[in-house]
């Protein structure tokens, strides 16, 4: 299986990689896509998942945090600044007595390490972030896609509906006029022809929602989407191998930020154990003074000692935070069950359903029509019987797009929980 992309590879070494640059979707190179109208055959999914990437503005915002983190983490690991102190002591004329002196903080037990090393586990939380945010996006252009493609052939089969009722019309028209026909017979069929010209409004008002959701989802709203360009009835049996687990949990982003959340609060624990332990000041100078010896040398060494406060309370906080962390990894990896149980279980609905159609529904409904066409060409059924089962073929190629839709849509569910990179 196609493991998620590990952006923070190596980071764990060494505390100094918290600054190592970082592909955010600012500085990675442009793809050469169609930039604001598909191409005559229609828009690939995976052109419309590269203008996606280079697109949106969310993960900009996640890069961006990446980078902020970064400074931080830098911050945290630099030394205090160093003091300096003057002043006089005497203020006298010739007999003024002055000083100048410099201080600095000593840290101590590796107070700046622990802290920038706890830092640092947000730098990758944040990297996993986004990582979690781009296969969010690429599951959100993946159902807005497949969801824009189903539209787009039930628009091709609702004009096929319309052009069948049509003709049913006008076959009731002339059979009524030829005294073969009723009235009631011609109202009933032009109400069907005014229920699939309504249908088929239906079908094209959701086809141009589907397209404005899409390539709002990709961050390109002037995007001009005429066709999707795809087939639905493509193979799934490599992913099904790779995802169809039962029990599953994969180990995704999402996982791994919880995980950098329990290292993050065990170095906490580990800075607020010496914390305690005091910083040393050194104080070090030069004074002037009036008396002999005038020219004097200053030292002072300045240690706090940790008699009431030993930090005990900040220390069992931090201990606590580290079993908290370990819990949410657990309803972490719960939640990712959960979800994908649930898009397992309609993904295998909607394959049963497809599998029904394709194998049994719809070629029973393509031979029924031969059989009634055979039976029309040698004169002995009526045309409005051909009309009819035509009809119950358009019918069942409907309910097949339907469960196509569905079982691509759990499909892209699945494919953005276990974070695989090559879909379908």
């Known amino acids: 299986m196609t493991t998620p992309r590990r952006l923070l590879l190596g980071l764990l070494t060494g505390v100094g990689l918290c600054f190592t640059p970082h592909a955010s979707a600012e500085n990675s190179p442009t793809p050469v896509v169609p930039s604001d109208v598909t191409s005559a055959v229609g828009t690939t999914l995976v052109e419309l998942l590269s203008v996606a990437e280079a697109s949106s503005p969310?993960?900009?915002?996640?890069?961006?945090?990446?980078?902020?983190?970064?400074?931080?983490?830098?911050?945290?690991?630099?030394?205090?600044?160093?003091?300096?102190?003057?002043?006089?002591?005497?203020?006298?004329?010739?007999?003024s007595q002055y000083f100048a002196a410099l201080s600095q903080e000593i840290v101590t037990r590796g107070k700046l390490q622990l802290s920038q090393a706890a830092v640092c586990r947000e730098v990758a939380q944040a990297e996993f972030r986004y990582v979690q945010a781009r296969?969010?996006?690429?599951?959100?252009?993946?159902?807005?896609?497949?969801v824009s493609l189903a539209a787009q052939r039930r628009m091709e089969i609702s004009n096929r509906l319309v052009e069948i009722a049509k003709k049913s019309r006008l076959a009731a028209k002339r059979a009524q006029q030829a005294g073969a026909g009723t009235l009631s017979d011609t109202l009933l069929l032009e109400i069907e022809f005014e229920k699939a010209e309504?249908?088929?409004?239906?079908?094209?008002?959701?086809?141009q929602a589907s397209q404005q959701q899409l390539v709002a989802t990709m961050g390109r709203r002037d995007f001009q989407l005429v066709r999707i360009h795809g087939d639905l009835t493509e193979s799934l049996k490599r992913f099904e191998s790779q995802v169809l687990i039962d029990g599953y949990?994969?180990?995704?982003?999402?996982?791994?930020?919880?995980?950098?959340?329990?290292?993050?609060?065990?170095?906490?624990?580990?800075?607020?154990?010496?914390?305690?332990?005091?910083?040393?000041?050194?104080?070090?100078?030069?004074?002037?003074?009036?008396?002999?010896?005038?020219?004097?040398?200053?030292?002072?060494?300045?240690?706090?000692?940790?008699?009431?406060n030993k930090n005990e309370g900040n220390i069992a906080s931090a201990n606590a935070q580290v079993f908290k962390a370990q819990a949410t990894v657990e309803q972490v990896q719960n939640q990712i069950a959960k979800h994908m149980a649930d898009a397992s279980g309609r993904f295998r609905v909607a394959d049963q359903q497809v599998r029904r159609y394709s194998d049994r529904i719809v070629p029973k409904a393509q031979k029924a029509v031969d059989i009634i066409q055979d039976g029309f060409t040698l004169g002995e059924l009526d045309f409005l019987r051909l009309l009819q089962t035509q009809r119950a073929l358009v019918d069942s190629k409907l309910g097949y797009i339907d469960a196509l839709e569905t079982r691509w849509v759990a499909a892209t569910e699945l494919a953005g929980l276990t974070q695989i990179e090559a879909f379908p």
């Open 135 to 146: 296969f969010e996006l690429l599951t959100a252009v993946r159902q807005g896609y497949f």
């Open 249 to 308: 949990v994969p180990y995704n982003a999402e996982v791994q930020s919880a995980e950098q959340d329990v290292e993050r609060n065990r170095y906490l624990l580990q800075r607020a154990i010496v914390e305690p332990f005091p910083n040393v000041t050194i104080y070090g100078g030069y004074q002037y003074q009036v008396s002999p010896i005038q020219n004097m040398g200053l030292l002072n060494v300045f240690v706090p000692l940790p008699f009431w």
């Open 58 to 95: 969310t993960l900009r915002q996640f890069a961006i945090e990446i980078e902020s983190t970064r400074g931080k983490a830098r911050q945290a690991g630099l030394y205090p600044n160093p003091v300096a102190s003057g002043g006089a002591t005497q203020l006298a004329g010739p007999q």
């Open 198 to 207: 309504v249908t088929l409004e239906n079908v094209e008002t959701k086809w």
